[in-house]
């Protein structure tokens, strides 16, 4: 007979959907809440997060503003916020996932800017841009090809 291991209510976070029924579960306390949100629970604590956060520092090379357009918020500087949230709290699938959405969107950014700036560059850079909708439709590595001939991103 086969068997099957199973893991019950997975979706679950259960300090808190037990909270108020278990007396030993207190939720001012930050590494409870951590055990319940964070990807590893192994290593959750404060501690762990603050550990995390300053790997970050280390690499952040500076990112001191961004304009204040709604966009350009919702689009590209929320979503790399929450990335290294997820970072800070080990859920590192959805930290890939975001980045990867805030690439995305700096491209349509970067190629958005192109157009509107298109009086700016060659003839023959010119010839070369497309319909911001016909660059959208473009699968991934097709969008990053067509900045890189514009040199705007790079290898």
């Given at each position: 007979?086969?068997?099957?291991?199973?893991?019950?209510?997975p979706?679950?976070?259960?300090?808190?959907?037990?909270a108020?029924?278990?007396s030993?579960?207190d939720?001012?306390?930050?590494?409870?809440?951590?055990k319940?949100?964070?990807?590893?629970?192994?290593?959750?604590?404060?501690?762990?997060?603050?550990?995390?956060?300053?790997?970050?520092?280390?690499?952040?090379?500076?990112?001191?503003?961004?304009?204040?357009?709604?966009w350009?918020?919702?689009?590209?500087?929320?979503?790399?916020?929450?990335?290294?949230?997820n970072?800070?709290?080990?859920?590192?699938?959805?930290?890939?996932?975001?980045?990867?959405?805030?690439?995305?969107?700096?491209?349509?950014?970067?190629?958005?800017?192109?157009?509107?700036?298109s009086?700016?560059?060659?003839?023959?850079?010119?010839?070369?841009?497309t319909?911001f909708?016909?660059?959208?439709r473009?699968?991934?590595?097709?969008?990053?090809?067509?900045?890189?001939?514009?040199?705007?991103?790079?290898?």
């Amino acid at each position: 007979m086969s068997k099957v291991n199973l893991t019950l209510n997975p979706l679950v976070f259960f300090n808190m959907e037990f909270a108020d029924q278990v007396s030993d579960i207190d939720l001012r306390d930050v590494d409870t809440i951590l055990k319940d949100i964070g990807g590893d629970p192994e290593a959750i604590t404060l501690s762990d997060c603050q550990a995390r956060y300053q790997e970050l520092r280390e690499v952040d090379k500076g990112f001191v503003m961004a304009p204040a357009e709604k966009w350009i918020q919702l689009k590209v500087i929320a979503p790399l916020r929450q990335a290294k949230a997820n970072y800070i709290l080990s859920n590192y699938l959805s930290t890939i996932a975001l980045c990867g959405m805030t690439a995305e969107m700096a491209s349509m950014l970067i190629y958005d800017m192109m157009l509107v700036l298109s009086d700016r560059i060659s003839e023959s850079d010119q010839a070369k841009l497309t319909t911001f909708q016909k660059f959208q439709r473009k699968g991934q590595q097709n969008r990053i090809d067509h900045l890189m001939d514009f040199e705007c991103v790079g290898p």
